[in-house]
């Protein structure tokens, strides 16, 4: 097992693990747990990704956005949201914390309530990624990618640092909105319009 640091943010560790460690989807759980004050996410070829707890601005931005989610997610009624603490294992074997997500309430109650317990097998239907200050562009613009691939109907990149929202739809050029005051979730989530007046 080595440690490196990585491209994917500066605040990272990699670790390879593969192929001297091969966490269970139920061990990988479980270290999580024994380590709840770090984030860490797993990409899809087996590195573990350990970053550090969010600043405190962004940790408050992060609220505002979940905030507005959570209060559309509860009037809507068609789906469930998450923040950022809840992880997910996507098709191609990664598992990703977005920042926020929300998934389509047929979808979630398909899942047994073991998989819920746990980091469930699925991928959102809608993710959101703010870019803290020590986060690389690229670097997020390829995890929302990789939602996308492996099912998420909507993604919205939230940069902070230059004041653009990058939006990705399945099967359409990636969009990047400069400075907005407001974006809307279209035809998967009617209605919600993020104020982005709070986030930036």
């Known amino acids: 097992m080595t440690v490196t640091t990585t491209n994917e943010t500066t605040n990272a560790i990699v670790l390879q ?35 550090s707890p969010a600043g405190s601005e962004t940790g408050n931005r992060n609220f505002k956005l979940i905030q507005q989610l959570a209060n559309w997610t509860d009037k809507d009624g068609t789906g469930i949201g998450f923040d950022s603490s809840a992880g997910f294992i996507l098709p191609n074997g990664a598992t990703r914390s977005p920042d ?42 390829d995890k929302m990618q ?24 399945p099967n359409k050029d990636v969009e990047c909105l400069d400075n907005p005051v407001t974006v809307s979730g279209g035809s998967l989530l009617v209605g919600f319009n993020l104020d982005l007046t709070k986030i930036w």
Not at 101 to 114: G, H, P, R, V, Y
Not at 153 to 159: A, K, Q, V, Y
Request: aromatic share 10%.
């Open 17 to 51: 693990m593969s192929p001297v460690i091969s966490l269970s989807e139920d061990s990988l759980f479980d270290f999580c747990q024994l380590n709840s004050h770090l984030r860490i996410e797993r990409t899809a070829t087996g590195e573990l990704i350990i970053m």
């Open 100 to 141: 926020a997500s929300w998934i389509k309430l047929s979808k979630w109650n398909a899942l047994s309530d073991e998989q819920k317990a746990k980091f469930a097998p699925i991928c959102p239907d809608f993710v959101v990624e703010i870019r803290s200050p020590s986060d690389s562009l690229k670097t997020l613009q």
């Open 146 to 169: 990789e939602y996308i691939e492996n099912g998420a109907s909507l993604g919205w990149l939230i940069d902070r640092k230059d004041r653009q929202v990058y939006i990705y739809i």
